[in-house]
Antibody, heavy 119, light 110 residues
Framework: EVQLMESGGGLVQPGGSLRLSCAAS????????MHWVRQAPGKGLVWVSR????????TYADSVKGRFSISRDNAKNTLFLQMNSLRAEDTAVYYC????????????WGQGTLVTVSS | QLVLTQSPSASASLGASVKFTCTLS???????IAWHQQQPEKGPRYLMK???????TKGDGIPDRFSGSTSGDVRYLTISSVQSEDEADYYC????????FGGGTKLTVL
């Protein structure tokens, strides 16, 4: 069974940093592209970032470019999101998501981890 | 720029059918989309892909009452015989050079 388990969320002050992790199991992690998607309270889903299977290529939404960094450790089946210079508008539940092999939509989601940016 | 447009809300009585729409912006009528369900206080769940030719492929374990279809630049998700557990938000999504989500439709089961 495919499982994605996020961790690392919490309360952080504006300007602070946080590192999210996503532990993957039940599939060959190193073969899949992975994404982060976030959802502000009461709002819809918004794509944040993606990384290819070997970690050599990354892409970011304009809203987080230069502040967030996605990475992965295929030996440990773990996806990361390093978030710096956090703003109030970054407050959201952050979901780790797997994309279908050979391209396509998200086909599995994690349960999410809440990040709150507030003083 | 690709935009996916969804109605904000829908309602259906228990056992009835409901049809959700996801409209692709001009020039993108050949795009496939995916549907995701998000029950209250839970993470999203992948339901299916819907192609421009009207065919669809469902995710593992998705009940038969969920189906997809197409008409021009509109992609549909139909739930036949709505159950109480179907009360949720439904999002469409496309992929490629950019991953885009529609605004979501909230289903209320009466």
């Amino acid at each position: 069974e495919v499982q994605l388990m996020e961790s690392g969320g919490g309360l952080v002050q504006p300007g602070g940093s946080l590192r999210l992790s996503c532990a993957a199991s039940g599939f060959t992690f190193s073969r899949y592209w992975m994404h982060w998607v976030r959802q502000a309270p009461g709002k819809g889903l918004v794509w944040v970032s993606r990384i290819n299977s070997d970690g050599s290529s990354t892409t970011y939404a304009d809203s987080v470019k230069g502040r967030f960094s996605i990475s992965r450790d295929n030996a440990k089946n773990t996806l990361f999101l390093q978030m710096n210079s956090l703003r109030a508008e970054d407050t959201a539940v952050y979901y780790c998501a797997r994309v279908a092999l050979y391209g396509g939509p998200i086909d599995h989601w994690g349960q999410g981890t809440l990040v709150t940016v507030s003083s | 720029q690709l935009v996916l447009t969804q109605s904000p809300s829908a309602s259906a009585s228990l056992g009835a059918s409901v049809k959700f729409t996801c409209t692709l912006s001009s020039g993108h009528s050949s795009y496939a989309i995916a549907w995701h369900q998000q029950q209250p206080e839970k993470g999203p769940r992948y339901l299916m892909k819907v192609y421009s030719d009207g065919s669809h492929t469902k995710g593992d374990g998705i009940p038969d009452r969920f189906s997809g279809s197409t008409s021009g630049d509109v992609r549909y998700l139909t739930i036949s015989s709505v159950q109480s557990e179907d009360e949720a938000d439904y999002y469409c999504q496309t992929w490629g050079t950019a991953m885009v989500f529609g605004g979501g439709t909230k289903l209320t089961v009466l």
